[in-house]
Protein backbone atom coordinates (compact mmCIF):
# COMPACT_ATOMS: atom_id res chain seq x y z
CA UNK A 1 0.00 0.00 0.00
CA UNK A 2 1.58 3.26 -0.73
CA UNK A 3 0.46 5.07 2.31
CA UNK A 4 2.63 2.46 4.22
CA UNK A 5 5.31 2.92 1.77
CA UNK A 6 5.46 6.90 2.87
CA UNK A 7 4.73 6.09 6.07
CA UNK A 8 2.32 8.07 6.57
CA UNK A 9 0.59 6.20 9.29
CA UNK A 10 3.76 6.57 11.13
CA UNK A 11 3.73 10.59 10.32
CA UNK A 12 0.46 10.58 11.57
CA UNK A 13 1.15 9.46 15.29
CA UNK A 14 4.38 11.85 15.24
CA UNK A 15 2.21 15.11 14.54
CA UNK A 16 -1.47 13.72 16.55
CA UNK A 17 -1.94 14.40 20.16
CA UNK A 18 -4.89 13.73 22.72
CA UNK A 19 -5.05 10.61 21.36
CA UNK A 20 -4.71 7.65 23.65
CA UNK A 21 -2.14 5.55 22.44
CA UNK A 22 -3.31 2.33 21.43
CA UNK A 23 -6.08 4.08 19.56
CA UNK A 24 -3.39 5.93 17.69
CA UNK A 25 -1.86 2.48 17.23
CA UNK A 26 -4.78 0.93 15.51
CA UNK A 27 -5.46 4.32 14.26
CA UNK A 28 -2.12 4.45 12.15
CA UNK A 29 -2.11 0.22 11.01
CA UNK A 30 -5.60 0.42 9.91
CA UNK A 31 -6.21 0.60 5.61
CA UNK A 32 -8.98 2.37 5.72
CA UNK A 33 -7.59 5.66 7.85
CA UNK A 34 -3.95 4.84 5.49
CA UNK A 35 -6.53 5.24 2.55
CA UNK A 36 -8.04 8.39 3.87
CA UNK A 37 -5.12 10.36 4.52
CA UNK A 38 -3.57 9.46 1.71
CA UNK A 39 -6.35 11.03 -0.45
CA UNK A 40 -6.23 13.93 1.87
CA UNK A 41 -2.74 14.75 1.52
CA UNK A 42 -3.11 14.08 -2.72
CA UNK A 43 -5.88 16.61 -2.70
CA UNK A 44 -3.57 19.17 -1.06
CA UNK A 45 -0.66 18.50 -3.29
CA UNK A 46 -3.04 18.87 -6.03
CA UNK A 47 -4.80 22.24 -5.14
CA UNK A 48 -1.21 23.93 -3.63
CA UNK A 49 0.57 22.92 -6.64
CA UNK A 50 -1.74 21.45 -9.53
CA UNK A 51 -1.51 18.17 -11.10
CA UNK A 52 1.48 19.15 -13.71
CA UNK A 53 3.83 19.21 -10.54
CA UNK A 54 2.50 16.58 -8.67
CA UNK A 55 1.80 14.41 -11.43
CA UNK A 56 5.72 12.49 -11.83
CA UNK A 57 5.58 11.79 -7.44
CA UNK A 58 2.07 10.48 -8.31
CA UNK A 59 2.94 8.14 -11.06
CA UNK A 60 6.18 7.08 -9.51
CA UNK A 61 4.23 6.17 -6.16
CA UNK A 62 1.73 4.50 -7.97
CA UNK A 63 3.53 3.14 -10.55
CA UNK A 64 3.61 -0.51 -9.75
CA UNK A 65 0.09 -0.37 -9.57
CA UNK A 66 -0.86 1.46 -12.60
CA UNK A 67 1.22 -1.38 -14.43
CA UNK A 68 -0.94 -4.08 -12.67
CA UNK A 69 -3.77 -2.43 -13.31
CA UNK A 70 -3.26 -1.77 -16.77
CA UNK A 71 -2.35 -5.72 -17.49
CA UNK A 72 -3.63 -7.41 -14.86
CA UNK A 73 -7.08 -8.74 -13.53
CA UNK A 74 -8.61 -6.26 -11.32
CA UNK A 75 -12.17 -6.93 -10.50
CA UNK A 76 -13.85 -10.95 -10.81
CA UNK A 77 -17.51 -9.53 -9.68
CA UNK A 78 -17.53 -6.91 -13.02
CA UNK A 79 -16.29 -9.66 -15.21
CA UNK A 80 -18.83 -12.01 -13.70
CA UNK A 81 -21.84 -10.09 -13.76
CA UNK A 82 -21.08 -8.84 -17.09
CA UNK A 83 -20.42 -12.64 -18.56
CA UNK A 84 -23.97 -13.61 -16.74
CA UNK A 85 -25.39 -10.50 -17.72
CA UNK A 86 -24.87 -12.07 -21.57
CA UNK A 87 -26.70 -15.64 -20.47
CA UNK A 88 -29.20 -13.24 -18.89
CA UNK A 89 -28.43 -14.83 -15.66
CA UNK A 90 -27.52 -12.46 -12.30
CA UNK A 91 -25.42 -13.49 -9.14
CA UNK A 92 -26.34 -12.33 -5.69
CA UNK A 93 -23.89 -12.52 -2.65
CA UNK A 94 -24.16 -13.79 0.72
CA UNK A 95 -22.03 -12.96 3.80
CA UNK A 96 -21.68 -16.36 5.41
CA UNK A 97 -19.97 -15.61 8.31
CA UNK A 98 -17.75 -12.79 10.10
CA UNK A 99 -14.98 -13.59 12.26
CA UNK A 100 -12.76 -11.48 14.58
CA UNK A 101 -13.36 -8.44 16.48
CA UNK A 102 -14.62 -5.22 14.62
CA UNK A 103 -10.91 -3.96 14.07
CA UNK A 104 -9.48 -6.69 12.52
CA UNK A 105 -12.27 -8.85 10.88
CA UNK A 106 -12.67 -11.72 8.49
CA UNK A 107 -15.41 -12.37 6.15
CA UNK A 108 -16.81 -15.46 4.38
CA UNK A 109 -19.07 -14.98 1.38
CA UNK A 110 -20.82 -16.98 -1.66
CA UNK A 111 -21.49 -16.54 -5.05
CA UNK A 112 -24.30 -17.86 -6.13
CA UNK A 113 -26.34 -18.36 -9.44
CA UNK A 114 -29.80 -19.66 -9.67
CA UNK A 115 -29.85 -21.04 -6.99
CA UNK A 116 -26.73 -23.07 -7.02
CA UNK A 117 -23.52 -21.86 -4.54
CA UNK A 118 -20.95 -21.28 -7.13
CA UNK A 119 -18.00 -19.56 -5.41
CA UNK A 120 -17.19 -19.16 -1.39
CA UNK A 121 -14.32 -16.48 -0.92
CA UNK A 122 -12.44 -15.28 2.18
CA UNK A 123 -10.78 -12.18 2.85
CA UNK A 124 -9.82 -8.89 5.29
CA UNK A 125 -12.99 -7.13 3.90
CA UNK A 126 -16.20 -8.09 2.45
CA UNK A 127 -15.25 -6.56 -0.75
CA UNK A 128 -12.81 -8.76 -1.32
CA UNK A 129 -14.68 -12.02 -0.05
CA UNK A 130 -16.73 -11.03 -2.28
CA UNK A 131 -14.48 -10.62 -5.26
CA UNK A 132 -12.61 -14.43 -4.75
CA UNK A 133 -16.26 -15.95 -4.39
CA UNK A 134 -16.60 -14.17 -7.83
CA UNK A 135 -13.25 -15.71 -8.92
CA UNK A 136 -14.21 -19.25 -8.12
CA UNK A 137 -17.29 -18.79 -9.87
CA UNK A 138 -15.70 -17.36 -12.90
CA UNK A 139 -13.37 -20.63 -12.90
CA UNK A 140 -16.07 -23.15 -12.02
CA UNK A 141 -18.07 -21.71 -14.85
CA UNK A 142 -14.90 -21.88 -16.90
CA UNK A 143 -15.25 -18.00 -18.14
CA UNK A 144 -12.08 -16.23 -18.95
CA UNK A 145 -11.18 -12.75 -18.94
CA UNK A 146 -10.52 -12.81 -22.59
CA UNK A 147 -14.02 -14.34 -23.21
CA UNK A 148 -15.93 -11.41 -21.79
CA UNK A 149 -14.19 -8.83 -23.39
CA UNK A 150 -15.00 -10.26 -26.63
CA UNK A 151 -18.29 -10.34 -25.42
Known amino acids: MVARALE ?9 SGIAPDELERLTRNRNVLAALLEAAL ?18 AFSSRIDYAATGHVDHKTELQEALAQRRLTVAYAVLEVEGPPHDRSFTCAATIDGEQVGIGHGRSKKAAEQEAARQALEKLGIAADAVAEG
Open 8 to 16: LGTRLGEHA
Open 43 to 60: AALFLEHGFEAIEPAIVD
